[in-house]
């Protein structure tokens, strides 16, 4: 039943780039070696539109931070904030202009199930520049999955305009919590410019950056 649950290739193609970039390819290779051979094997054979056993990719997550941090899993939030990176900037339509960050969390969590195939996401507005976001029944548990979750949702709202944002990780299925909530803060809100995919969209940033009913060049910068 672990290996059930499924998630879109896009992630592995994105934890590659990572560790390529920042320990080159003798890195990955040192990655791949810490894995059994059917996992190697499964993980070269990826395309981002595949769609693949969650655990496989927590496997991953795990075998990076093993070969490459400290054994404390933070070295997976800055993972998690490249994969937003690299989401939210594919360039294939000028300029989206998101608004409210509250807005972004949302529209995140009706696109989640194009990318995986278990959890869903409940977002509540607590105050303003606060929301939390409550994901239950996602299909595998793993720490290192929120641990990667937490730095993508935290450049996600600094891409979409929000400053000084703070993500706590108050509840978490992998730490024996029912469900994971995410508690997001930010001080204030910039307009910024964002380059999403406009067609054969490939992450799940990009398809909740599609669905946003505005879109157009973003002419000027400023803050509310």
């Known amino acids: 039943m672990a290996d059930v649950a499924a998630t879109k290739g896009v992630g592995f193609v994105h ?45 991953l997550l795990r075998a990076v931070d093993d070969v490459h941090g400290a054994g404390d899993l933070a070295l997976l939030v800055p993972l998690g904030r490249f994969e937003a990176d690299r989401d939210l900037t594919t360039l294939h339509r000028m300029f989206l202009r998101m608004g409210d960050p509250c807005d972004a969390m949302e529209r995140m969590g009706e696109s989640w199930p194009r990318f995986h195939d278990s959890g869903s996401w409940t977002v509540e507005r607590m105050e303003d520049r606060h929301v939390r976001a409550e994901l239950v029944d996602w299909g595998y548990v ?83």
């Open 15 to 59: 934890v590659r780039a990572f560790v390529t970039e920042r320990f080159g390819a003798g890195g990955w290779a040192w990655t791949m070696g810490h894995l059994l051979g059917p996992d190697r094997a499964s993980i070269e054979a990826v395309v981002p539109m595949g769609w693949y056993p969650l655990a496989l990719y927590a496997r």
């Open 142 to 224: 793993d720490y290192a999955l929120c641990r990667d979750l937490v730095g993508y949702l935290a450049r996600t709202l600094e891409l979409v305009g929000a400053d000084g944002v703070r993500i706590e990780h108050t509840r978490c299925r992998g730490l024996g919590g029912g469900e994971c909530t995410f508690d997001a803060r930010w001080t204030g809100v910039e307009v910024v410019e964002v380059a999403v995919p406009a067609s054969g969209i490939d992450s799940p940033a990009g398809a909740f950056a599609a669905s946003v009913e505005h879109l157009g060049a973003v002419r000027s910068r400023g803050r509310r």
